[in-house]
């Protein structure tokens, strides 16, 4: 298994980095951080590869330090493209290497602890044919933590934006827990009259029948928990639950998105927007 790690100068860049070891020490998978310099237009001027040549040193230089701080035993390989698109170029590495994932950080002014899309995620989680994992602001920036659960958040009905295969797989790698996640909100019910907790006492036990047929697919219920987290909100679903430094979160793709592509709905982006933990999109009709 390779993970291709996006890489910025930047706090956030060490948030992926950390992120892609956590991942490699689960996993045994291999590391290739990619920092893509950004192609210089050719105007005329005698300067203009040496300049495009000074910004690759440097991108090898900024490698060279991160690669020094990962552990012994994970294989590391070093890449400086030049591309026109960061995202873009990231994206056709990882097909052309068969990695399992792409990974990287937000933005550096998002709060602390948890997750805000940049230019880079942003495009990532939204055209890419390769599942992307997202770490948050300031990912284990003390020590980084032993990945030890999975948390699958798993559709309501039949669907091809289920991350499941995709988790199935990654656990298995990692020897890792399963939690399959149903959340159910409430959004458009009143709070307490009798028809409304009619209606979330069947959503519930809908979900709860979801979670075990989707824990029948996994083939052994050893490890594995599931979960329904209601509230009348999405948000107030999320708050019930509680991440610990080993949880990493996995979504699939909405409904919109393209065959074979990543995209963030927007039951998907409230769960990013209110989750401090680790979260991996996987794309529409993913198989790992």
């Given amino acids: 298994m390779r993970l291709t790690v996006g890489y910025l100068y930047t706090d956030t860049g060490d ?133 030890t659960t999975l948390t699958i958040a798993v559709p309501t009905a039949e669907s091809k934006d289920n991350p499941l295969p995709f988790a199935l797989k990654l656990a298995g790698d990692g020897g890792l827990n399963l939690r399959l996640l149903s959340l159910v909100s409430h959004d458009d019910l009143p709070a307490d009259d009798e028809e409304s907790l009619e209606i979330r006492k069947r959503h519930i036990a809908e979900a709860q029948a979801n979670l075990a047929v989707a824990a029948k697919d996994c083939g052994s219920t050893e490890g594995i928990e599931s979960l329904v987290a209601d509230g009348n909100t999405l948000e107030e679903a999320l708050d019930e639950l509680h991440w610990g430094p080993g949880d990493v979160v996995v979504i699939g793709s909405g409904r919109l998105a393209p065959p074979r592509r990543a995209f963030l709905g927007s039951t998907s982006a409230r769960i990013l927007k209110n989750t401090d933990a680790p979260i991996i999109v996987v794309p529409k009709d993913y198989k790992p």
């Fill in 15 to 147: 948030d992926g980095v950390n992120l892609a070891i956590a991942i490699a020490k689960a996993t045994g998978a291999a590391i290739d951080l990619v920092c893509v310099v950004r192609a210089t237009e050719p105007d005329g001027s005698p300067g203009r590869a040496g300049y495009e040549a000074a910004l690759v040193n440097k991108a090898e230089q900024w490698l060279d330090e991160v690669a020094a701080d990962i552990p012994d035993g994970i294989e590391v390989a070093l890449h400086t493209p030049v591309a026109e698109s960061f995202p873009q170029c990231l994206i056709d590495f990882a097909v052309s290497s068969k990695a399992a994932m792409i990974v990287v950080g937000g933005t550096s002014d998002g709060i602390l602890g948890k997750h805000t899309l940049g230019t880079i995620s942003s495009a990532l989680t939204h055209a890419s044919p390769v599942p992307v994992a997202l770490a948050p602001r300031g990912y284990s920036r003390a020590d980084i933590p032993t990945i």
